[in-house]
């Protein structure tokens, strides 16, 4: 039997489509039913009542009929506020979206993600902020790890423990090795120790105490190199918000971006 309860909630709007001529599904990140699906009769219309609180990248308290299954309803919104910088900007717009894929695909629809609902509004806030959108999103990349089954040891060696020597990363081995371990991985990722190092803060850093992410273009580079394969090979996700910011990249380093891309950029891609 679907249950339902009339609740006051926290939410991020996660992604919208629109449903039948006038309605509208809008699936919302909250902070107490975890991922919901709601279904706004006539959110096309203009003048729509509710067209504020349910705009992409908005954040709210809203109130609403929320079912254990199926469809979800909204009732009311407070204090509705749009992640401006990120809504304005493409760039920032992709890596915000790819976010919410991976949010998407890695937890479970009605569960509550506990400290994780925070985690992901903080990075939202950071990128609206102007921190470096990339650098937050492979922070959430490589916490969002274990979410996905995967928890690569990324403190000591993970044959003898040490962490005084120099690392590289192997797949095989699940996490590090040192320096008198890497003849035992010839396909290790051969990473440069300064790009080694920012893999290992981002698996523990604090979104919340975070001052700064200034990381080399260079090794930046790396990093997306390193986690895209890690990803690729232990997770196995393919979506189309990754993909376009893998077009992203390749693109940045032709042209002067934002002109040229605009016919690229139309449609922004959504993993429904
Ligand atoms: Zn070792």
Not at 6 to 27: I, P, Q, T
Not at 123 to 130: H, N, Y
């Amino acid at each position: 039997m679907v249950e339902h309860r009339f609740a006051d909630f926290s939410g991020l709007v996660m992604y919208r489509k629109n449903y039948k001529e006038k309605d509208m599904l809008v699936k919302i990140l909250t902070d107490r039913f975890g991922k919901k699906m709601f279904y706004l009769r006539g959110a096309n219309r203009p003048k729509f009542r509710l067209s504020a609180a349910i705009l992409p990248f908005t954040r709210a308290e809203y109130g609403g009929d929320v079912r254990s299954d199926g469809l979800s309803f909204l009732n009311n919104v407070k204090s509705a506020s749009q992640f401006q910088t990120i809504s304005n900007d493409l760039f920032l717009n992709a890596y915000a979206t790819y976010i919410f894929s991976l949010v998407d695909v890695g937890f479970p629809d009605s569960e509550p993600l506990g400290s994780w609902y925070q985690k992901i509004e903080q990075a939202m806030v950071l990128i609206d902020e102007g921190f470096d959108a990339a650098m937050i999103t492979h922070i959430i990349e490589v916490q969002m790890l274990q979410i996905f089954g995967v928890q690569p040891q990324l403190q000591v060696c993970t044959v003898c423990g040490r962490s005084d020597l120099p690392f590289d990363f192997s797949e095989s081995y699940g996490g590090l090795l040192c320096q008198q371990h890497w003849h035992l991985d010839h396909n290790r990722f051969h990473a440069s120790q300064r790009a080694l190092y920012y893999l290992r803060l981002f698996s523990v850093i604090d979104l919340f105490k975070i001052q700064s992410v200034n990381v080399k273009s260079a090794t930046q580079m790396e990093l997306k190199t390193m986690i895209d394969r890690i990803y690729q090979d232990t997770v196995g996700l393919s979506l189309k918000s990754k993909q376009f910011i893998d077009k992203m990249y390749q693109f940045d380093s032709q042209l002067p971006p934002l002109k040229k891309m605009s016919s690229e950029i139309d449609n922004t891609p959504k993993d429904d």
